[in-house]
């Protein structure tokens, strides 16, 4: 169960897209189509963003989309707007029924 | 609306025990499996356990397996964690949270977190 690898910070202009990477194993990202992100604000539970690798809860804007290639998912965040400055965290399924966080990427919008 | 309350945590030494609640209304407590998740304040997200919808089956992270147990009331549409055995590395807010599909792993709805502090 070790944690998944993403970069510590992200950084884009408003209106400017950005992608946060979020890398893992053949044991969970790689395995499993379960792949959920979240995103964070401070002093705020985390809102769920993306699930199942590519689709969006009701409510999300479509500028937020999800993608996977082998053992990394990805998360873009396009049109950049200062509120989409958070923590964002990715998950996947990990098998056993279990599960495995990301150690969270800071976006900042300059 | 759908609504998870956490209650239970506070300031405990090492090797003691404490027992946090989640209390669930406005969806069908027992039809959704739910997780216990853990956040050391200023750090990441850690998954901690899951339980079944009936409370038959539960599974829990390497780092406190054996030491954790989750448990539900489905009577009284309520998670329970039982934490014993506890280290200073236990200390963070723990979250219930709900997942989008009933036995799936991306949570729709969180509570607002109960802070457990381990300390001598």
């Known amino acids: 169960q070790s944690a998944l690898t993403q970069p510590p910070s992200a950084s884009g202009s408003p209106g400017q897209s950005v992608t946060i990477s979020c890398t893992g194993s053949?044991?969970?990202?790689?395995?499993?189509?379960?792949v959920s992100w979240y995103q964070q604000c401070p002093d705020k539970a985390p809102k769920l963003i993306i699930f199942?690798?590519?689709k969006r809860p009701s409510g999300v804007p479509d500028r937020f989309s999800g993608s996977k290639s082998g053992n990394t998912a990805s998360l873009t965040v396009s049109g950049l707007q200062p509120e989409d400055e958070a923590d964002y965290y990715c998950s996947s399924y990990a098998g056993s029924n279990t599960l495995v966080f990301g150690g969270g990427t800071k976006l900042t919008v300059l | 609306q759908v609504r998870l309350v956490e209650s239970g945590g506070g300031v405990v030494r090492p090797g003691e025990s404490l027992r946090l609640s989640c209390a669930a209304s406005?969806?069908?407590?027992?039809?959704?499996?739910i997780h216990w998740v853990r956040q050391v304040p200023g750090k990441g997200l850690e998954w901690v356990a899951v339980i079944s919808f009936t409370g038959k089956n539960q599974y829990y992270a390497d780092s406190v397996k054996g030491r954790f147990t989750i448990s539900r009331d489905n009577s009284q549409d309520t998670l329970y964690l039982q934490m014993n055995a506890l280290r200073s590395e236990d200390t963070a807010l723990y979250y219930c949270?709900?997942?989008?599909?009933?036995?799936?792993?991306?949570?729709?709805?969180w509570g607002q977190g109960t802070l457990v502090t381990v300390s001598s």
């Open positions: 199942e690798v590519t």
């Open positions: 053949s044991s969970d990202v790689g395995g499993h189509n379960y």
């Open positions: 406005g969806f069908t407590f027992k039809n959704y499996a």
């Open positions: 949270a709900r997942p989008l599909t009933f036995g799936g792993f991306d949570f729709d709805y």
